[in-house]
């Protein structure tokens, strides 16, 4: 089996989703709980100081805006809502890049650092094969506000990817953000996809191909 792996925030859709999902939950459910973002800010502030991990970060702000016990049936029904939402915002280069990649009999991975509850329904909407994403932590029926396993970000993520696609062959990798290299190195070929300049930095540095998918 050959597989692609794609990035999901500014490498399939426009824009990151993690804030937005938690938005979009907050609206429909609990309104009130949109009254809290600025402690999400501040929890923000001590990410940017050191104080508290990428995955903490994660957890506090879905604590702040989903709570700690959101029922199954509605973050599903939720996911689905929202994943129609991106859908109608997605990279027009990546979409026309996975119906090529499928063509051309290649299994279509997503892996992303964004929470696997709507990371699938987002991948199910672009017929999407396999998806590896953050977990969560479930109580029975009920969403806790605790990552399940390690935050699917930079060298995590490939790691994660390696334990649950072993021996596969990895053909292309795609992504926007410098995070990824480590994703890129399990790649025959990696393509910086309308990078970060940091990324763009990297991936001339070592031949990487540049597109944009705007």
């Keep these: 089996m050959t597989c692609v792996i794609y990035d999901m925030d500014k ?13 979009y939950w907050a609206v429909r459910e609990a309104p009130w ?23 903490r970060l994660k957890e506090v ?38 119906a090529a990649d499928r063509a051309e009999g ?10 696997a509850f709507y990371a699938c329904a987002i991948a199910a ?24 396993g390690d935050n699917c970000y930079g060298a995590a ?9 072993p021996g596969v062959c990895f053909v292309r990798a795609y992504s926007d ?3 990824d290299s480590a994703l890129f190195a399990m790649a025959t070929e990696p393509v910086a996809v309308t990078p970060s300049r940091a990324l763009r930095l990297l991936a001339g540095s070592r031949g990487w191909r540049i597109v944009d998918w705007r």
């Design 33 to 55: 709980r949109l009254a809290l973002l600025p402690l999400a800010g501040i929890a923000g502030i001590g990410f940017r100081l050191g104080l508290l991990s990428r995955g």
């Design 125 to 148: 909407l672009l017929g999407v094969d396999r998806v590896v994403a953050t977990g969560s932590a479930w109580d029975g029926d009920r969403l806790r506000a605790r990552i399940a």
């Design 177 to 179: 953000h410098v995070s």
């Design 11 to 23: 490498t399939i859709t426009r824009a990151p989703t993690y804030t937005r999902w938690l938005v």
């Design 106 to 115: 290649h299994h279509i991975v997503i892996a992303t650092a964004s929470f």
């Design 157 to 165: 993520k490939a790691a994660m990817v390696a334990a649950a696609l």
């Design 61 to 98: 702000a879905q604590r702040l805006l989903m709570g700690d016990a959101a029922p199954r049936a509605r973050v599903d029904a939720r996911a689905a809502g929202f994943a129609a939402v991106v859908a109608r915002g997605l990279m027009p280069g990546a979409v026309a890049r996975i």
